[in-house]
C-alpha cells in the first residue's frame, strides 16, 4: 500500500501516512488487520530494569577501581600507572554512566560537569608527569570548547528557531579559534613553532560556518536545500 500524496510504502496497518499525514484508509472502510510482528509466545522478553543495570554497572566501575589500585600498590609499591587508570573510569562514568541515574538529564547541566571533568583529569595529569602544559594549553581549549558546546545545547534547548545561526555561528566561532590553538601549542611546546597550519581549519571551517549563515539568511536557498536533501 502507498500514500495517495506522496507515494511513500505504507503497511497494512497504517491509518495516516507518517511523512505527510495523510489519510490512507477510507473511513467508510474497516482498516485492514496484517500478521503480527512477533509468532505467539515468542516476543521479546521481559527487559531488565534500568536501575539494577545501573547499579551492576557502577559496581564493575568499583571492582576495576579497586584492582587497578591494589595492584599497582602491590606490584609498584605506590600508585603510578594505577592514578590514569581510576581518572580515565571516573571521566568515563562521569560523561557516560552517570546521566542515565536521572529520568530527564539535562545536558545544560551535565556537559559543563563533563568538560570539568576532563580538565580535572588532565591536570592529573600534568601534576602525575611534572608538566607545565595544563594551564597555558589544556586548561584554555578545554574551557573553550566546553563553553562553545554548552552555548550552543543551551540556545538550542532553549529558543525553537533559529538553529542555523546558532550552528552556523558556532563554527565560525571555532574557525576564529584556531589561530588561537596554535599559538597556545607554540607557547607551550616550543618545539612545534608557530608554522601557520591554522589557516587550512580556518579557511575550512568559515566556509562551512558561513554557508550556513547565508542558508539561514536566504530563505529560498534553504527551501531549495531542504527539498533536495530531507534537511
Known sequence: MYCVNCGVKLSDTEKRCPLCQTVVCHPDFPPRTAEPLYPEGLGPGPQLNSLMMQFIITTAYLLAISVSLVCDLQIGGGITWAGYVIGGLLLSYVVIILPLWFPKPNPVIFVP?????????????????????????????????GLLITTVIVLRRYISRGRLYVFGGAILALAAFMPVLELLLSITFP????IGWYLYPLIALGLLGGLLLFLAICRPARHSMARKFFI
Do not use: E, H
Not at 592529573?124 to 611534572?130: D, V
Open 113 to 145: 560537569c563533563d568538560f570539568a571533568a576532563a580538565g580535572l583529569y588532565l591536570l592529573y595529569i600534568n601534576l602525575a608527569t611534572g608538566g607545565r602544559w595544563f594551564l597555558s594549553f589544556a586548561f584554555p581549549v578545554t574551557g573553550f570548547i
Open 191 to 194: 618545539s612545534v613553532g608557530f
